[in-house]
């Protein structure tokens, strides 16, 4: 089993939609977590972090279950700008290499 | 702008040549890495410094080899690589301590063609 997992997509959505990207990761000690943004060619850059409470960002929710090692993100009123891969990062605390992103679901949103 | 910097942008090398992809953090991070991304591949972590320490190789061919000389450059020399090295290579730095890693912050990456 993969440490973190994600639907790989393609997800394609109208202008408008709303669309969220689940993401579970394997290791129950695993202490902060990411959103990030990969566009085409280009590097990831964060998106948002992840906090236990959940919280918000514009049209942006990330929200996570511990119990269920179940991170989300949902994207309201879509943009076609919002079109890109988006990335769940998970990491385990005490030592650099416990950064592990997983393999990222695509989004497309149409016009 | 991005706070971490890579050179060149774009690389284009013969299998028999030696090269090396140099990495610049201007963050007062403590840990950097080495990804590498195939076309339409997820990220495939290569190695981690920590505190300039090697902590991890990820079964990585040693035809590619890291170099930290201090926390804030970063880099990978390159010997012999075979055309499926092609890739686009990221560095990435973040901050390490007890409570976690913060988030890492990418350059914008070395696309690397072998031919």
């Known amino acids: 089993r993969k440490e973190v997992e994600q639907d790989p997509g393609p997800f394609n959505v109208p202008e408008g939609a709303t669309v969220a990207f689940n993401c579970t990761y394997s290791n129950s000690a695993s202490q902060s977590f990411f959103w990030y943004r990969q566009d085409c060619r280009k590097e990831p850059k964060l998106l948002m972090s992840?906090?236990?409470s959940g919280n918000e960002d514009g049209r942006f929710t990330a929200q996570l279950n511990r119990a269920s090692q179940y991170i989300s993100l949902l994207i309201r009123d879509s943009k076609l700008s919002d079109s890109a891969t988006y990335l769940c990062?998970?990491?385990?605390?005490?030592?650099?290499?416990?950064?592990?992103f997983g393999s990222g679901t695509q989004l497309t949103v149409l016009p | 702008e991005t706070g971490v910097t890579q050179t060149p942008r774009h690389l284009v090398m013969g299998m028999t040549n030696k090269k090396s992809l140099k990495c610049e953090q201007h963050l007062g991070h403590n840990a950097m890495y080495w990804y590498k991304q195939s076309a339409k591949k997820p990220l495939e972590l290569m190695f981690v410094?920590?505190?300039?320490?090697?902590?991890e190789n990820n079964s990585v061919p040693s035809r590619f080899s890291p170099e930290c000389p201090n926390s804030s450059h970063l880099f990978l020399h390159l010997h012999t690589l075979q055309p499926e090295d092609s890739a686009l290579y990221l560095c990435?730095?973040?901050?390490?301590?007890?409570?976690?890693?913060?988030?890492?912050?990418f350059g914008q990456g070395t696309r690397l063609t072998v031919v």
């Open positions: 990062v998970v990491n385990r605390g005490g030592s650099a290499r416990q950064l592990t």
């Open positions: 410094y920590s505190l300039e320490e090697r902590v």
């Open positions: 992840v906090y236990s």
């Open positions: 990435a730095s973040s901050q390490a301590g007890r409570g976690g890693n913060t988030e890492a912050f």
